[in-house]
């Protein structure tokens, strides 16, 4: 008689084993309860407990489907719960032109554990999307365990392996921020993951995620049309020069609101990483020595104290000696100059015999006054302190009249110059569109110095060093300016920055529309490298181009005649060289 093995029964799991040994339980404690009760009663309580049983586990997998419903970001997320999406708002110019998205895309991920035919998978899903990594995809079909493949799927990529129904493949939703038009704005807009990193997505990174969840929008004060002119005009120029980087920064100096704003290098958000220091911006992050635009704000001082006016002359007969400095001219007259001379000529020695006048005390207040010996206050968080002097003695005072021993950013010089222009409020930088007067303005000049200053700005640009940045019929008015770099400790001429800051309409009301364009070439190639020969022709292209833009209207001109010569103005002798 053979014996017959008993056949092993796998034991049920711990939770199923104490559910039958509970049913069991109350089942039998009916019957020893009920044992001489009939045998219908048994049959009753039997179908009670299985209709109690079965409700149970069909409410447990309904609330397990509603909770896995609910947790998913997307439906169609092939089974397997998605991540947590963080939304952000649109950005905006100021006239409702897009500069910055988000786009639902998804992550791939594979769970090698449930491919049924891995080669059969691989081969379907590259014919499928001949974008997918091929060695990557294997690595995962071959894995232990369950590994993103790739991200940024858009939803037809997605769709297209979705509809293999093979086993093991997932999708999760994710949101990425896309920059539609590329490397415009760039280095205003900045770019952003979850949370903006710099730019503007960094400066309303709340505002934009409040946006996100609301479906709003964010604008700022850019105007699009005005950004690409500015773009266009100052890239092509740098590549031209051969530059090793250049700015560019378009105001409305009554609100203050940044109309445009460029660095070169350029770069492309949605290729970050790829540039090195591009993405650098050089209008709020880098500092230069400015050279002569800083005689704006010389004369400026010198009109508003009253310690000089424009028929103040000052002695440029020959070099001023200060200790053991020589400061020179480089256009020289050799000979005694009014104070709108020692303007248009562009004097070094003009305008350091007025900040010695003037003294370290009122020299630094006005400084101080017009935002040069602090960050720029706009919004930008890459906003950079200046390089300002320690001390203010007489050496000290002659350098800074023209814009050396000072190393401030555009944004600070563009701020700065705009005070001068606009009746002498200093009107702080914004982003924002503006619906009325900035509420951090106060006021640096008198309105006369302001009115004062447009009028030199106009002169210089018809019969001064500015005369290349003018643009028919838009009363363009600037100041020039060229300054050496430092390398290996000494200023070398080969290393130099030019620089132009323009105003345009010059005439009308103190409060009417008026904009302000300042361009800086850093390291041009080539010879003249002075601000007249690399900055003001880039201005005055740009000023051209978006006169319309701003409503500016082109006109009669009280400075030249209806040929477009300059009219003769009362002690001109010569025109100023560059």
């Known amino acids: 008689m053979s014996s017959v093995e008993p056949r092993h029964i796998p034991s049920a799991a711990p939770t199923w084993r104490w559910l039958t040994g509970l049913i069991w339980w109350i089942e039998h404690a009916f019957e020893r309860a009920k044992a001489d009760q009939r045998p219908e009663e048994d049959t009753r309580v039997r179908i009670a407990l299985m209709l109690v049983v079965f409700g149970v586990l069909f409410t447990a997998l309904v609330g397990g489907a509603g909770h896995a419903a609910l947790l998913s970001g997307d439906p169609n997320a092939g089974g397997w719960r998605s991540g947590p999406v963080l939304a952000r708002g ?9 500069l910055a998205a988000n786009i639902r895309h998804y992550g791939l991920y594979v769970d090698p554990a449930e491919v049924w035919d891995r080669e059969a998978a691989l081969e379907a899903m590259t014919a499928a999307l001949p974008r997918i990594p091929r060695d990557r995809l294997r690595e995962a079909l071959y894995g232990d365990r369950r590994v993103v493949v790739m991200n940024g799927l858009t939803p037809p990529e997605r769709a297209a392996l979705h509809d293999l129904a093979l086993g093991g493949v997932y999708f999760e939703a994710e949101n990425a921020r896309v920059y539609p038009l590329g490397g415009t704005a760039a280095h205003v807009v900045g770019f952003a993951g979850a949370r903006g990193v710099t730019g503007a997505e960094l400066a309303f990174d709340r505002e934009i995620r409040e946006a996100g969840e609301t479906g709003g929008v964010v604008p700022l004060s850019i105007d ?3 950004q690409a002119a500015l773009e266009n005009e100052l890239y092509a120029a740098a590549e ?9 920064i378009i105001t409305n100096i009554q609100t203050g609101e940044v109309l445009a704003m460029a660095s070169y290098p350029e770069f492309n958000p949605n290729r970050r990483g790829e540039t090195g220091d591009a993405e650098l911006n050089r209008v709020t992050s880098a500092h230069y020595e400015m050279g002569s635009v800083f005689k704006a704000f010389t004369v400026a001082a010198g009109l508003d104290t ?9 002695d440029a007969s020959d070099p001023l000696q200060i200790g053991n400095r020589t400061i020179r001219d480089f256009h020289a007259q050799n000979r005694i100059m009014t104070l709108e001379e020692v303007f248009l000529h562009s004097s070094n020695i003009g305008t350091s015999r007025l900040a010695i006048e003037m003294g370290g005390d009122t020299m630094q207040r006005y400084f101080r006054d017009l935002g040069l010996l602090d960050a720029a206050p706009i919004e930008l968080r890459e906003s950079a302190a200046p390089r300002r002097p320690v001390n203010w003695r007489d050496t000290t005072l002659a350098s800074l009249s023209f814009g050396y021993g000072i190393m401030v950013t555009p944004a600070q010089a563009a701020g700065a110059m705009g005070s001068l222009l606009n009746g002498g409020r200093y009107v702080p930088l914004t982003l924002r569109p503006a619906d009325g007067p900035h509420p951090g303005s106060r006021r640096v000049v008198s309105e006369e110095t302001s009115r004062e200053m447009l009028e030199l700005m106009r002169a210089n640009v018809v019969r001064g060093s500015g005369t290349r940045a003018d643009a028919p019929g838009l009363r363009v008015g600037g100041k020039t300016g060229s300054a050496n770099k430092v390398v290996n400790g000494r200023y070398d001429p080969t290393h130099a920055i030019g620089t132009f800051a323009a105003v345009f309409p010059t005439d009308g009301p103190l409060d009417a529309p ?7 070439m850093d390291e041009p190639q080539g010879y003249p490298r002075t601000g007249g020969f690399v900055a003001a022709p880039v201005a005055g292209r740009v ?28 002690g001109d002798d010569a025109r100023a060289a560059q």
């Open 240 to 248: 031209e020069l051969n530059a090793r980087g250049a700015v560019g």
């Open 306 to 314: 009253g310690q000089a006016d424009m028929t103040s002359t000052f």
């Open 514 to 520: 008026r904009y302000l364009v300042f361009i800086l």
């Open 224 to 226: 699009l049309r005005v």
């Open 90 to 98: 649109d950005l905006t110019d100021r006239n409702g032109a897009l």
């Open 543 to 570: 000023i051209d181009r978006i006169a319309g833009f701003v409503n500016v209207s082109r006109g009669a001109d009280r400075w030249r005649t209806a040929t477009g010569e300059p009219i003769p103005q009362p």
